[in-house]
């Protein structure tokens, strides 16, 4: 199946998640399981939340599927993680290896996104994937992955966490 066609079926299952999901809990639950399991080269996928109340803010790893990461809090002044959630821009890094903020989870990966989650216009945690494979994460798969950040925003804004 060509990528673009791949990436439009788990727009459309993602979306059908987010009307059925009871919480926005059960949807990142539900949402990281099917993106590892139907995007073949999302080979880490994870939320990171920020702690309500902590000061100064920390990121705490929630849903998550692949393997278990060193990182389960990361301060917003590390990591690409930190980078996303302090600017509230998606992060695209194609070869981590070249990149200084980047903490090591896996040593095969190769790439990662981070997408910042918004509700009421402030960030509040961030979806996360990382890739064994170098640039893995064109137009296509950001927009997919921002998707998904968007439908998680909007359920933390409808429903109860
Ligand atoms: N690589 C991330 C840390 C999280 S792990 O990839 C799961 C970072 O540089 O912030």
New binding site residues.
């Given amino acids: 199946m060509p990528v673009a066609d791949r990436v439009e079926e788990v727009r459309m299952q993602v979306n059908d998640l987010a009307k059925a999901a009871p919480t926005a809990r059960e949807l990142m639950q539900r949402m990281v399981k099917l993106l590892h399991e139907r995007m073949l080269k999302y080979n880490?996928v994870?939320f990171?939340m920020l702690e309500p109340g902590t000061q100064p803010p920390v990121l705490v790893?929630g849903a998550?599927e692949?393997a278990m990461?060193p990182?389960t809090r990361?301060p917003l002044n590390?990591?690409?993680?930190?980078?996303a959630a302090s600017s509230g821009q998606t992060v695209v890094v194609d070869d981590?290896s070249r990149?200084p903020?980047?903490?090591?989870?896996?040593l095969e990966?190769k790439s990662?996104i981070?997408v910042p989650i918004f509700v009421y216009g402030e960030v509040v945690g961030e979806l996360?994937i990382?890739s064994h494979f170098a640039a893995a994460f064109t137009r296509e798969h950001q927009e997919l992955v921002q998707h998904c950040a968007i439908l998680v925003g909007k359920k933390l804004e409808t429903s109860s966490r």
Avoid: K, M, N, P
Wanted: hydrophobic share 35%; charged share 20%; with cysteine.
């Fill in positions: 880490w994870g990171y790893l998550f692949g990461t990182h990361i590390q990591g690409i993680c930190g980078a981590v990149d903020r980047y903490l090591a989870c896996s990966t990662e981070v996360d990382d």
